[in-house]
Nanobody, 120 residues
Framework: QVQLVESGGGLVQPGGSLRLSCVAS????????MGWYREAPGKLLELVAT???????IYADSVKGRFAISRNNAKNTVYLQMNNLKPEDTAVYYC??????????????WGQGTLVTVSS
């Protein structure tokens, strides 16, 4: 069975930092896209950042210059370094993979979500 497990969420003060991690486990041959989405209270799910297997990145305008996505392809792990956090960043953050190749074909998977709360 293939699954994504997230960690690193928590409570942080405005201006602080957190690093989220997401590990894909199971029989995996490759993962094309790994990234992060978030769902803030009362708002729609939105893309935060994604990275392809060769390093191409996409960031939401609201996090450019503050967040950085990275991958360790050998470990099937993606990270999100979040700096200068703002109350508006408060949300449940979900790890996502697209083009994950298993023995039965390609899958899209979601992590369980990890809560980030930015408050003084």
């Amino acid at each position: 069975q293939v699954q994504l497990v997230e960690s690193g969420g928590g409570l942080v003060q405005p201006g602080g930092s957190l690093r989220l991690s997401c590990v894909a486990s199971g029989s995996i041959f490759e993962i094309n896209i790994m990234g992060w989405y978030r769902e803030a209270p009362g708002k729609l799910l939105e893309l935060v950042a994604t990275m392809s297997s060769v390093g191409d990145t996409i960031y939401a305008d609201s996090v450019k210059g503050r967040f950085a996505i990275s991958r360790n392809n050998a470990k099937n792990t993606v990270y999100l370094q979040m700096n200068n956090l703002k109350p508006e960043d408060t949300a449940v953050y979900y790890c996502n993979t697209k083009g994950l190749l298993t023995t039965t074909g390609y899958l899209e998977l979601w992590g369980q979500g990890t809560l980030v709360t930015v408050s003084s």
